[in-house]
């Protein structure tokens, strides 16, 4: 099995761009609702009680729908997604981590340990000359090579910031108010951020054959 092709390969495969929205955001969906309505859950398929506190079952949920995720995308493109591949691989490890040793401390440490690894990749991809975030928004927009590479750096810097945050919010504030946090929060924040950038996206934005612009 290989990795998905290049943002500008022309045989690379894509998917919808609601589509991969869904499968990238649906685990996340996943793991609130079973943390906001996880003793609800519990009380109707005792089996779950096993697991403890909502915030366990969450994460249990949130390892099972990640991997749905992952195997319906490699399904539908017959390549494996480098960034979400990665993210699945981190909440597998540290959700495993957090049922075993019933420590909520690792799945709340897993955003932080996410987002440094996306800056890292990111950011150590350019430095071998890889724009690796045309891998994740190809679906959304076209940009030159120079485009990817500059929005790219922009992201590698914003994943780091984004780990900050995650750290002082985990540190400051209870399970719920993160949890919530995690994802009525991050979202808001990522939203502004990306329509910061569509001067860049613009400025190098590929204008397709037969266009009007």
């Known amino acids: 099995m290989e990795f998905e ?3 500008n390969d022309p045989t690379r495969k894509e998917l919808s761009p609601l589509l991969k929205l869904a499968l990238e955001l649906g ?3 996943v793991f609130f609702l079973f943390n906001s309505r996880g003793e609800q859950i519990a009380e109707s398929f005792q089996v779950l009680q096993a697991l403890g506190q909502p915030i366990f079952l969450a994460t249990a949920a949130f390892m099972v729908a990640i991997t749905i995720s992952l195997v319906v995308s490699l399904w ?5 997604p480098i960034m979400p ?4 691989v981190v909440v597998l490890v ?4 957090t049922l075993w040793l019933h420590d909520e401390l690792f799945i709340k440490l897993k ?4 987002n440094c690894l996306f800056g890292s990749i990111l950011l150590g991809g350019l430095l071998f000359g890889k724009s690796l975030l045309g891998y994740v928004f190809d679906s959304a927009f076209k940009l030159t090579d120079e485009g990817w590479r500059k929005l790219t750096f922009r992201w590698g810097i914003f994943f780091f910031v984004l780990a900050i945050i995650n750290e002082i919010v985990w540190r400051s504030f209870s399970t ?3 949890v919530n946090f995690k994802v009525f ?4 924040i990522t939203l502004v951020f990306t329509l910061t950038q569509l001067p860049l996206i613009q400025k190098y934005a590929i204008v397709e054959e037969g266009s009007d612009a």
């Open 27 to 29: 685990p996340l969906g």
């Open 5 to 7: 092709h290049a943002p």
């Open 94 to 97: 540290f959700g495993a981590l």
């Open 111 to 114: 955003p932080t340990i996410v």
């Open 76 to 80: 539908l493109t017959k390549r494996l």
């Open 85 to 88: 591949l990665v993210s699945g």
């Open 185 to 188: 929060g991050v979202m808001p």
């Open 176 to 178: 719920d108010f993160w």
